[in-house]
């Protein structure tokens, strides 16, 4: 995957910056709060806006600092956790450019500071659609580098993204996240359901 061009922040200080990370994780950490409990479908549901959220929190932050921003996305059989309660975590990072010996420079991915991340509850089945094509990530070497990128014109990388949210027990029908023509992720259903009622009332 190509790196994008890192643009350059003006106008922001360092601490407007930083207060605007303290405010991404605390929100990411209030939304834990907020639906980390009650039934199945509170819990199905409850991670998707949890995940919509935090991506809006996200896209907003590119805005600020200038900065290209990547979702990390970590299927079960990628990470150390154990394989009888399997679980996908995500997080994203920041594109910065780092400097090196010399006075020059390279691109980097980074840790969003106060942000941890997110692994999502046991019933949460991914499928993942790049440029309309299924991740195989069974037939990838597992990496920490970002599958989606969202720059700070709002433009994405690849633009075609869609998330699909399962209940492993089919509990639920199934619900999308995709990258909306708005420059964010949205969550399909949810937005249609918005618009609909919206009708409603024109």
Avoid at 128 to 137: I, Q, R, T
Avoid at 194 to 201: G, R
Wanted: with cysteine.
């Amino acid at each position: 995957m190509r790196e994008p061009r890192c643009q350059s922040s003006s106008g922001f200080t360092l601490l407007e910056i930083m207060a605007v990370v303290l405010i991404l994780g605390l929100m990411a950490t209030g939304a834990v709060v907020i639906f980390s409990s009650g039934g199945p479908k509170k819990d199905f549901y409850g991670e998707i806006e949890k995940f919509t959220a935090i991506s809006h929190q996200v896209s907003d932050f590119a805005i600020v600092t200038g900065e290209p921003m990547g979702l990390v996305l970590t299927p079960p059989l990628w990470s150390s956790q154990s394989m009888e309660d399997p679980k996908w975590s995500y997080t994203w990072k920041r594109f910065v450019e780092a400097p090196v010996s010399g006075g020059a420079s390279q691109p980097n991915w980074e840790d969003l500071e106060g942000f941890e991340p997110v692994v999502m509850h046991k019933d949460i089945e991914l499928q993942v659609y790049l440029d309309a094509d299924l991740w195989e990530w069974q037939d990838t070497p597992p990496s920490d580098l970002p599958i989606f990128i969202i720059s700070p014109s709002g433009e994405a990388e690849p633009f075609e993204f869609e998330i699909e949210f399962a209940h492993r027990q089919d509990l639920f029908e199934a619900q999308h996240i995709e990258f909306h023509k708005s420059g964010r992720l949205q969550w399909r259903e949810a937005w249609e359901d918005k618009q609909a009622l919206k009708e409603q009332f024109e």
